[in-house]
């Protein structure tokens, strides 16, 4: 039987990688319902090749839109529109899908990942926000609904195939490995422009998940996001740069033998391996080159320039919503480069005073996470920034 899946943020840079695996297995899937932002476009022609059930957009202009390219263009096809959070839900939660694809990005992710799973849906996890905000609860909602959560980050594939289902107090450390960003071994960092911090060396990604790359936000995010999904302590995880992005993480056992996974820089790969998962099915993607790879070298961050780390350690220490405030905080500075109005050394400075200024809600509800995240934001567009 092909199996359903629903993909939440089909029209961005995973969500339209997954759809290119889907392409290349089209025996083994079914597109059940797609859900995007405002690229109406793209995503009315993704709808009519794979003719999913269900779309949502962010918003009744949007959907409007969408309606007008459908019945100019669809033919026959006619499929329910909806929009925003509900929409989302809808998405999420679809009677016929087996597995959802969580590619939103940022804590938007959170209430229809936990709709998914509470629907006893397998996730196939990309939105790693989702863990950094939400970790506990959504790891209980999954364990109590019995659903599998499949890493979709390509680090955290290769942790998880490296563990294959180990006891995690066997682990002596995983090894988190960082491509370094392109400001990788530079000490300086004022007077960054947009330009080079959205210009990754390794991987084509979206513009939030790059600039999280070029502060090392993202090796903090996914820390984070490490510690959630294997349970393992975060003075266990470490950060480890490996500027060619051929191993994507390793994990030592108590015994020493260290089991790594490598793999070409193509997102594809995990992606796949996280639709298909727990069987494999044949690859499309230009297997590995050994030979013409050369060497692997490794190195230790910079955690003097870029104190991202520290904040990731400081968060899950402080617990509670303290992690939830920090990715509030970054998605918010994020934006706030991206528009002008903050330099790059700028979204440290918004991040560690939105920490500092928070009173930790410990073992917090949803409703205490979705408050803590509105506070840090509120806060975070607020936080005046040395030049
Ligand atoms: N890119 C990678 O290689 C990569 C690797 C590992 C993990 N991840 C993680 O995967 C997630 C997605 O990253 P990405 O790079 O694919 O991001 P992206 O290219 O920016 O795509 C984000 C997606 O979210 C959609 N979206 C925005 N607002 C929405 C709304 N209100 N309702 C529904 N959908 C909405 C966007 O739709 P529109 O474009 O139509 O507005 C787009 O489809 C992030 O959490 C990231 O950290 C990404």
Redesign the pocket.
Known sequence: MKRGIAI????????T?ALDVIDHLPDRFRVVAL??????E??AQQACRHRPALL????RDAAAALQGILRAEAGDYRPEITW?EE??LRAATHPESHLVLT????A??VEPTLAAIEAGKDIAL????TLVAAGELVMTAARSRGVNLIP???EHSAIFQSLSGADPGWVRRILLTASGGPFRGRKDLSGVTREEALRHPR???????TI?SATLM?KA?EMIEAHWLFGVPMEKIEVIVHPESILHSAVEFCDGNVIAQLGPTD?RLPIQYALCYPERSPGFVEPLDLFAVGSLTFERPDEETFPSLSYARRAVTMGGTMPAVLNAANEVAVERFLAGEIPFTGIFQVVSGVMDRHDVVQRPDLAAIIAADRWARAVARKQVVRA
């Open positions: 939440l943020g089909s029209t961005g840079s995973v969500g990688q859900a995007a932002g405002r690229q109406v793209r995503l949502s957009v962010a918003d925003g929409g989302l590619s939103v990005v940022g938007m992710g990309a939105n790693k926000e979709v980050d390509s991987w084509v990604m979206g513009a939030k998940i999280d993202n995010l997102m």
